[in-house]
């Protein structure tokens, strides 16, 4: 069983900048694949970002290529996302997520994942 736990949002205003990290614990938590994904009200959840376990290879949506960042450091079972340039659409709570199984290839949609953190709320201010 995995255990995810985000932490990080906030406030910001237009053009400023935010570091998500999520904490894993539980399982062989630094094999698995990762993923960031937000959702904004009345709206469905959408994928952000997502990295393999190795940390060698990243993935972005095209909303946030460029602006946000995505990294792991496995020693300390954290996954980062640094988000730059935030506009107010990118206003939504944000989730980590990992899949059923470790050692995947990153996925971008919501059912390849299996366990979710609670969610951090990030808020852009125009």
């Known amino acids: 069983q995995v255990h995810l736990a985000e932490s990080g949002g906030g406030l910001v205003q237009a053009g400023g900048s935010l570091t998500l990290s999520c904490l894993a614990s539980?399982?062989?938590?630094?094999?698995?694949?990762m993923g960031w994904f937000r959702q904004a009200p009345g709206q469905e959840r959408e994928f952000v970002a997502a990295?393999?376990?190795?940390?060698?290879?990243?993935y972005y949506s095209d909303s946030v290529k460029g602006r946000f960042t995505i990294s792991r450091d496995n020693a300390k079972n954290i996954v980062n996302l640094q988000m730059n340039g935030l506009k107010p659409e990118d206003t939504a709570v944000y989730f980590c997520?990992?899949?059923?199984?470790?050692?995947?290839?990153?996925?971008?949609?919501?059912?390849?994942?299996?366990?979710w953190g609670q969610g951090t709320q990030v808020t852009v201010a125009s």
């Open positions: 997520a990992a899949p059923p199984t470790p050692g995947l290839v990153p996925a971008n949609f919501v059912g390849e994942y299996r366990y």
């Open positions: 539980g399982g062989n938590v630094r094999n698995y694949a």
């Open positions: 990295i393999n376990w190795t940390g060698r290879n990243s």
